[in-house]
């Protein structure tokens, strides 16, 4: 048993009770949180005692949805042909830039994606993998990556009709067996991936609906993908996932942008999870979620891909919808109130909360206010003040401390991902 003790810290726990803390101390047994609270406690009980004046602590956050495989993408050479639109963007940059990956680039972009999520720190990653030439053992590795790296984590292999039939086998196989792998693992908590419903056959939908698990898929992120939905005979994607018995609690849907009313309701009644992603829609150009649905329903917040930072996601989300003369929603409870329920609900994990009984999962910043920080206003300083944190705890253990890697070594991951992002940007041209 080791009981860490960390005193004089301003603690924000949006959503939790209490909110805010001025000068509050955390304790921490083994991998939870034992106390917290303000004022003079007995210190002798503790193995540790950290004094962190002037540090600000959030409880560790969240991306519901992320694409790890996409991590060297980062300043890739532009397509031969400039993409007119969203399908001729997949086709021409990210489904080369998967069937390009092999064993050693997937692991080093996991590597370099998950430590990049640790030094925003995200400690909780739902993932949706794609590397159809090294399927058999690729969520295998995402899950022993993100064990050493402390991170929880939700594989997912796209399973898709893209490639052909032999693909599709094998993309189900790896995801019905890390599901049955980890049934009882809390910090690996797997869902049943699917690409898309435009990249999947209703023979393949059949098949997929017999494993009966919670499915992680994109749903209308364009148009293009309800057009198709419609040419098949359904009136929309959601309409489809429901027609085979594909949504329920533990279902991830991302984008949702030209979803219908009666969609919302299908969602509402099977209680799947609407994730929205920002930044990755306007970098897109495929439009945005409406506030009126965001109103009606609880969303997620990822980044599918875009970038590792929530803090960064959620203030870009906020400018996003003005430059759409939306109206103004609640970013920061999709961030901290939202995620952590989802994810609960998906894991068993309790998380996202500076509470006692919670997962330790915590996230340290050096900031001094220019301004007074508050009960009041402190969600404006954690979108618009904050940068990257300097410290970072996840299950107990510090993974980053003063800026640098405690057990990894941050260097070799970085050299590795240099040199595996040249050889693939050569093999996809
Ligand atoms: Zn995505």
Excluded at 32 to 39: M, Q, R
Excluded at 302 to 309: I, N, R
Excluded at 312 to 341: M, P, T
């Amino acid at each position: 048993m080791k009981k860490t003790l960390i005193k004089n810290i301003r603690i924000v726990n949006p959503f939790g009770e209490p909110e805010f803390i001025e000068n509050g101390r955390v304790s921490i047994m083994n991998d939870k949180i034992e106390k917290v609270g303000s004022g003079i406690l007995e210190e002798n009980d503790f193995d540790e005692i950290l004094d962190f004046s002037g540090k600000t602590v959030l409880p560790g956050m969240i991306n519901m949805h992320h694409h790890l495989y996409s991590s060297l993408a980062i300043g890739m050479p532009p397509p031969q042909k400039i993409p007119n639109n969203f399908t001729e963007i997949l086709e021409q940059i990210w489904w080369k830039l998967d069937l390009a990956l092999d064993e050693n680039s997937t692991r080093a972009s996991f590597e370099t994606g998950l430590l990049e999520c640790l030094k925003c720190g995200v400690t909780t990653v739902i993932d949706h993998h794609s590397s159809p030439n090294f399927t058999e053992g690729s969520l295998e590795m995402l899950a022993e990556i993100a064990e050493k790296f402390g991170i929880n984590i939700s594989p997912a292999f796209e399973i898709t009709d893209r490639n052909g039939e032999g693909y599709f086998e094998s993309g189900l196989a790896v995801n019905l067996r890390t599901l049955q792998k980890h049934e009882n693992n809390p910090h690996v908590f797997p869902l049943l991936g699917l690409h898309a419903s435009f990249t999947l056959s209703d023979k393949s939908l059949e098949k997929i609906a017999e494993s009966d698990c919670g499915i992680h898929i994109h749903v209308s992120e364009d148009k293009a993908d309800e057009e198709y939905t419609k040419r098949l005979g359904y009136p929309s994607v959601i309409q489809r996932l429901n027609h085979f018995g594909l949504l329920n609690e533990r279902s991830l849907v991302a984008h949702g942008i030209h979803i219908l009313p009666e969609d919302l309701e299908i969602l509402q009644k099977t209680g799947a999870n609407l994730v929205h992603n920002p930044t990755s829609n306007a970098n897109n150009k495929v439009g945005i979620l409406s506030s009126e649905i965001i109103e009606k329903t609880k969303v997620g917040l990822g980044t599918d891909g875009m970038q590792a930072s929530m803090l960064s996601e959620a203030k870009e989300g906020v400018l996003i919808r003005s430059s759409h003369k939306e109206k103004n929603v609640d970013y920061f409870a999709f961030l901290f109130e939202n995620n952590s329920q989802i994810v609960s609900k998906l894991s068993g994990l309790k998380l996202g909360n500076i509470q006692p009984g919670y997962q330790a999962d915590l996230v340290f910043f050096d900031y001094s206010p220019k301004t007074e920080i508050t009960k009041e206003n402190f969600s404006a300083h954690i979108l618009f003040g904050l940068e990257n944190p300097t410290d970072v705890i996840t299950r107990g253990k510090f993974r980053i401390r003063n800026g640098k890697c405690v057990d990894l070594n941050e260097f070799e991951i970085l050299e590795k991902a240099r040199l595996q992002s040249k050889l693939i940007w050569n093999k996809m041209n």
